[in-house]
């Protein structure tokens, strides 16, 4: 008996792109079983872990001391600037060009003093705001870019609301990479498929 069916695509082509739909919606943890079993990599878009990664590199604009202490996965030691009343110097935390969708840090917040943060990310060729305000005193802090961008580096720099020079501390600074799926490699095909018939 004849079977007719309407669709864009054959039935082949058509499950998978619903399965590959399926799979990136739901992000299904009972997957994660497979991955395993096969000895492939769990990507990370499937669990919805965090993956955060340390900056790779820095810039300095002046007055910083011990830059690479930000990014040696380590909260005990720190980056630190003196500077005047106002805003400190930026200091510049780079890495190799990853998908991005939040930053954290750990920072010293101490009242009359050190009492705000700056903070932005670089991406598409310009820096973009990210946070300005208070934040937690020494523990980590997260801030979303509110997307998932291509992003290569990010700059910090801290209030100092006192009346004299003190210092800033920078404890750690992490990005947090987004592992994109591939595209389904049937997303761009055009071919119309009407009315075929099968013969079982």
Not at 26 to 46: E, Q, T, V
Not at 62 to 76: C, I, L, P, Q, R
Request: proline fraction near 5%; glycine fraction near 8%.
């Amino acid at each position: 008996m004849p079977i007719f069916y309407t669709s864009q695509y054959p039935p082949v082509q058509s499950f998978f792109r619903r399965l590959s739909k399926w799979c990136y919606d739901w992000k299904p943890i009972h997957l994660c079983w497979y991955f395993n079993k096969m000895g492939f990599k769990i990507p990370k878009y499937l669990i919805g872990a965090d993956d955060w990664q340390s900056p790779t590199g820095h810039f300095d604009h002046g007055g910083w001391s011990d830059e690479f202490k930000a990014y040696d996965d380590n909260t005990t030691t720190r980056a630190s600037t003196l500077f005047s009343p106002g805003w400190s110097n930026f200091l510049d935390l780079t890495i190799n060009e990853l998908n991005c969708d939040k930053l954290r840090f750990w920072a010293i917040w101490q009242s009359g003093f050190i009492e705000q943060i700056d903070l932005d990310v670089y991406y598409t060729g310009g820096w973009h705001d990210v946070y300005e305000g208070a934040f937690a005193n020494l523990e980590w802090v997260e801030k979303s870019l509110l997307g998932t961008y291509a992003v290569t580096s990010a700059r910090v720099r801290f209030y100092n609301g006192s009346g004299s020079s003190i210092n800033a501390r920078l404890y750690e600074f992490d990005f947090n990479q987004i592992e994109v799926p591939p595209p389904s490699k049937d997303a761009s095909r055009t071919g119309i498929y009407t009315f075929k018939t099968l013969k079982i």
